[in-house]
Every structure is written in C-alpha cells, then in structure tokens.
C-alpha cells in the first residue's frame, strides 16, 4: 500500500503556533480536527484544508465527500498557476486513492489531474517535489510500472532534499525501499525503511510510523522483525485502527502455522 506525503509547517520549534495546532493533530490521525482550525478564506489555507481531508482518504477510507467539498473550495480560490498546480495535485491523489481502496475506478481522473498539474508547476518549484513522488504512486499502483515510479521516487527525493522536506524524504526513503525489496535488494530496502523510521520517529509522525516499523521487520531476522511488528501493532491500536490498510499486514499468524 502506498502513502501519501504533505508537506507542511508546524515540525519544528519557533514555527508558527498555528501550524505547530495542525501538525500535532494531523501526526496523530486527527485529521479533521486539523483542518477545523484552518479557515479556508485564502487559497494557501484552503489548499492545506483539502490536502488534510484527501490525506484522511487515503488513511482512513472514509471521509471523501468532505474531502470533494474542500477540494472545490480550494480550486475555487486558487489564483497563481501554482495555486492551480497544487490543487490538481489534490485533485489527482484524491482520485488515486478512490482508485486504491477500489471505491470508484478514478485512474483516468487522476493521471490528468496530475497531468495538468506539471504543466501548472514550474520545474524546481517546491510543488514540483510532491507532485513527482505522487506520479511515482501512479506509476507503481496503478500502472504496474516500477522502473517509472522509481524515476518518479529518485527526482521527488532530490528535490524533497533540496528544499529540506524531511517528511517527504520519510515517504520517497519508503519507496524506493519497497522497490528495492520486491527486487530481491534486502540491504538497500532495510537502509532505506530504516531512514524513514528514523524520519517519522524524528518528527513525531505517529500515524506514519506503526506503517515504517512494518516496513522494517519485513527486512530484519527474527527475533527483531517480530518486536518491531509488535510495536507496530501497538501504535496501530492506539490510533484505533489507522492506517487501515495496514490490519491485514499487521495480522498475526494463525496458531499452529509456520513461520518463515
């Protein structure tokens, strides 16, 4: 399962108080509550209320009325071409995760979306970081596609870096692992899972670190892939079941089955 990735203030100390409220809540699975503090009456704070109510999608599989509504309002107030560009980049990953959770086939929305989205953010814009790792989902998602998604993955990478984004960085770290693993690259993904957890654990991104330990124990020897899976498990209980795709990888064994 693939994650999406929002950048945002709030992470360090001296960011404004505002944005500290929302990174708090938002970490913590507590989206709604986020964007109930943010008034969408400017583009930038409406486009950061759509962004969390899209983000909730995609963790939570529910929520996708509210998330259109906030997606209409932010599109209705963007004026700039990256304003634009940032709201069809909502657009598109609202429409991938629909597709993901097999809620409504939405490919073809989301890859034009995406689409009109490059052509509104200009290259080397900081936009241009998240709407490559989002591209990079498409491409291994939906398209089946990972030598695409990989060169998706490495350009958000650079650019995330470029522009000190760590949270990104924790989300193209994971995925470009996850590739890395499905090709038999054991020492290149558990670097790259260890480096996001390090990230999110870093940043205090609850809700992103039950999925990064996962990520992890699927590279590690036991005893240790078992204690992190545990630890996993007891984050994903304590945010009551989020991120829900998550349950089923995060299932223990039947009693009495083996166990490689």
Excluded: K
Aim: glycine fraction near 6%.
């Amino acid at each position: 399962m693939a994650h999406s990735a929002m950048s945002g203030n709030g992470t360090t100390a001296g960011d404004d108080p505002l944005q500290t409220a929302v990174w708090r809540l938002r970490s913590r699975a507590c989206w709604a509550d986020a964007a109930a503090l943010l008034r969408p009456e400017t583009a930038p704070a409406a486009l950061q209320r759509a962004a969390l109510l899209v983000e909730r999608c995609l963790y939570t599989e529910r929520g996708w009325a509210e998330a259109e509504d906030a997606l209409r309002t932010a599109e209705a107030l963007a004026q700039s071409d990256e304003e634009r560009g940032a709201a069809a980049c909502e657009r598109g990953q609202l429409a991938y995760s629909a597709t993901l959770h097999a809620v409504r086939d939405r490919a073809d929305e989301a890859r034009a979306a995406l689409g009109r989205a490059a052509a509104l953010i200009p290259p080397g814009a900081p936009g241009r970081a998240m709407l490559d790792f989002r591209r990079g989902l498409l491409a291994e998602n939906l398209a089946r596609s990972p030598q695409a998604a990989r060169a998706a993955y490495r350009r958000a990478h650079a650019a995330a870096d470029a522009h000190s984004d760590p949270l990104l960085l924790s989300f193209t770290w994971r995925h470009l692992a996850g590739l890395a693993l499905r090709e038999g690259e054991l020492a290149e993904a558990r670097h790259g899972f260890a480096e996001s957890l390090r990230i999110r654990e870093e940043l205090g991104y609850l809700v992103g670190t039950a999925p990064a330990l996962a990520s992890l124990a699927d590279t590690e020897p036991e005893p240790e892939a078992s204690r992190l899976r545990e630890e996993a498990r007891r984050l994903f209980r304590l945010l009551g079941g989020v991120p829900t795709w998550l349950a089923e990888q995060l299932a223990p064994p039947a009693p009495g089955a083996a166990t490689a």
